[in-house]
Nanobody, 122 residues
């Protein structure tokens, strides 16, 4: 079982930046695909970005492309999501997830963190 713990959320003004972290522990694998999803109130959980832990290959949702960057630190077993040029519509709970494919589908991910709240004020 892999354990995921997110941190780094908070309140920021539109145009600002935040960096989310996700510490990965337990039965990890270099073959994992580590993803970020988000869920706004009253909406479905949606894909944000994913990275293959071993190769560093990434994938982004169109809504965040060019503004968000997903990075992993192998030495620290930590996944990051650098979020720049934040918009009010980025407000959501952000979740870290582990799976085996670079999928945009939440059902393809086996393990989830508890989430961290990001609020962007206008």
């Amino acid at each position: 079982q892999v354990r995921l713990v997110e941190s780094g959320g908070g309140l920021v003004q539109a145009g600002g930046s935040l960096r989310l972290s996700c510490v990965v522990s337990g039965r990890t694998s270099s073959n994992y695909a580590m993803g970020w999803f988000r869920q706004a109130p009253g909406k479905e959980r949606e894909f944000v970005s994913v990275i293959r832990w071993s190769s560093g290959i990434t994938r982004y949702a169109d809504s965040v492309k060019g503004r968000f960057t997903i990075v992993r630190d192998n030495a620290k077993n930590t996944l990051y999501l650098q979020m720049n040029s934040l918009k009010p519509e980025d407000t959501a709970v952000y979740y870290c997830a582990a799976g085996w494919t670079l999928s945009t589908l939440k059902n393809e991910y086996d393990s989830w963190g508890q989430g961290t709240q990001v609020t962007v004020s206008s």
